[in-house]
């Protein structure tokens, strides 16, 4: 009998255990009969993987009838004008209400609606893998997907032209929306590359590509981490 009820409790505590994959809950706000968890994970995770992070979450917010997690990917900030890019939604609906969306069962057999906002894994490394003709012979200093635009932009350098930038656009297609030469200006140390006549411009730092509008010079609109 004795071990008939620990292998209960270990059971038990395994399905009640915290996810292996690391996440953290930036920001937690109320709304009528629910909650919306803003959680930024590391990478791009498969969609299980954050099924699971939503389950775990949801029974440490049994309260609520419905809570919806937007899931956050590294380089994101609150401070950007343009605001945060949602990778992925997972959204739990009171069970009185019968939803369409509501197709995915959880490890609980609780039913949630899930969508990726976002890349997805696949998707992302199809994307990392483009190799375009146009920067054959620079020096690439970095990729970077923008899930809002549902775009990624190459950053290259010619060191064979007095390491001119160039700044390579394109659609999830793999065709190139976009090619520009930056005109580059130090402004109190910062590298700035400018890459409208408006004079919208772009910083990369610490692996984070920012951008700023020219209608705020001081306030990024958006940001991304490379190769994400």
Excluded: W
């Excluded at 099924?51 to 440490?60: Q, V």
């Excluded at 049994?62 to 997690?69: D, G, K, M, R, T």
């Excluded at 019968?98 to 899930?114: E, R």
């Amino acid at each position: 009998m004795k071990k008939i009820l620990a292998l209960c409790l270990v059971v038990l505590t395994a399905c009640n255990s915290k996810p292996k994959t690391p996440f953290h809950v930036l920001k937690s706000v109320k709304k009528k009969d629910g909650a919306k968890l803003d959680v930024q994970v590391n990478s791009r995770l498969s969609k299980q993987e954050m099924i699971d992070i939503a389950a775990y979450l949801k029974k440490d917010s049994s309260q609520y009838n419905n809570l919806q997690v937007d899931f956050i990917l590294p380089g994101n900030s609150y401070e950007n004008k343009g605001g945060i890019v949602v990778y992925a939604t997972a959204a739990y609906h009171d069970k009185s209400i019968v939803s369409p969306a509501d197709t995915v069962s959880d490890k609980d057999k609780n039913f949630l609606s899930f969508e990726f906002m976002g890349f997805t894994p696949e998707k992302a490394k199809q994307l990392l893998a483009l190799d375009p003709q146009e920067l054959t012979g620079k020096q690439l200093l970095g990729k970077f997907i923008d899930d809002g635009t549902k775009t990624i932009s190459m950053i290259a350098e010619d060191k064979h032209e007095n390491n001119q930038l160039y700044i390579l656009e394109l659609d999830s297609a793999g065709k190139v929306v976009s090619a520009i030469a930056p005109m580059e200006v130090t402004v109190k140390g910062i590298r700035k590359m400018v890459v409208s006549q408006q004079g919208d411009y772009m910083v990369l730092k610490d692996s984070i590509l920012t951008m700023y509008s020219s209608t705020d010079y001081d306030k990024p609109f958006r940001s991304i981490k490379q190769n994400l």
